[in-house]
């Protein structure tokens, strides 16, 4: 099976922009949450998708948002770019069944770098 | 979710066995214990989950005491590309709350 995978790997952007980034999920997986990491704050939850729907949501401004669409692909959105938010974007999925050995699944991440 | 205590960082050799220990005195009865591997730059990599007692695959083991209070994920003859930082998780998957909360890791640093 193939791996998650995301769009793109790397990014520049500049402040007052907004990104868009994609994650394909491993097939069948039904479950995408999106995570970002810092130097500063490690690994932070963002949210998770399921079957198109928001189910969980982490501490993050409103200026970060998700959507997943019917093949279970997601895309998040930072709007509004703070220097604050370059980051490593990551992407896991899962098969989202709710039990406890579900285990999620990383892609590679994206860099985005805001200038 | 169960909260962690791992040591920071950690020195090997290579050939070496690596046993990183991982607190967790609050560990839900429902609860599993999963580790994972991360490399800078790039997503954590799934290594092994358990319940109780021991775990075995191709990459690693993880030892679990009875009273579940406490877990070792063991590293048979480490190379230099063990080196990386590894997380423990502890905590029950529902519909609510299916995220990951990742503590600070223990950097494993292997030598040749």
């Known amino acids: 099976k193939a791996g998650v995978t995301q769009t793109p790997r790397y990014l520049i952007k500049t402040r007052g922009q907004q990104v868009t980034l994609s994650c394909s999920p491993i097939?069948?997986?039904?479950?995408v949450s999106w995570y970002q990491q810092t130097p500063g704050q490690g690994l932070q939850f963002l949210f998770e998708?399921?079957?198109?729907?928001?189910?969980n949501k982490g501490n993050f401004p409103g200026r970060f948002s998700g959507r997943q669409f019917s093949n279970s692909r997601s895309e998040m959105n930072v709007s509004t770019l703070e220097l604050g938010d370059s980051a490593l974007y990551l992407c896991?999925?899962?098969?989202?069944?709710?039990?406890?050995?579900?285990?999620?699944?990383f892609g590679p991440g994206t860099r985005l770098t805001v200038l | 979710l169960a909260k962690t205590t791992q040591p920071i960082s950690m020195d090997s050799y290579e050939g070496q066995e690596v046993n990183i220990t991982c607190s967790h005195n609050?560990?839900?009865?429902?609860?599993?214990i999963t580790w994972y591997q991360q490399f800078p730059s790039q997503g954590p990599r799934f290594i092994i989950q358990?319940?109780?007692t021991k775990v075995t695959n191709e990459v690693a083991s993880l030892f679990i005491p009875a009273d579940r209070k406490s877990s070792t994920l063991s590293l048979p003859r480490v190379s230099l590309s063990d080196t990386a930082v590894y997380y423990c998780?502890?905590?029950?998957?529902?519909?609510?709350?299916?995220?990951?909360?990742f503590g600070t890791g223990t950097l494993l640093a292997v030598q040749p």
């Open positions: 896991a999925s899962s098969p989202g069944l709710a039990l406890s050995t579900d285990t999620q699944y």
């Open positions: 998780l502890v905590g029950s998957r529902d519909g609510a709350t299916n995220k990951l909360i």
């Open positions: 998708y399921f079957s198109e729907t928001q189910r």
């Open positions: 609050n560990i839900a009865t429902n609860d599993y």
């Open positions: 097939s069948g997986h039904r479950s």
């Open positions: 358990g319940y109780k």
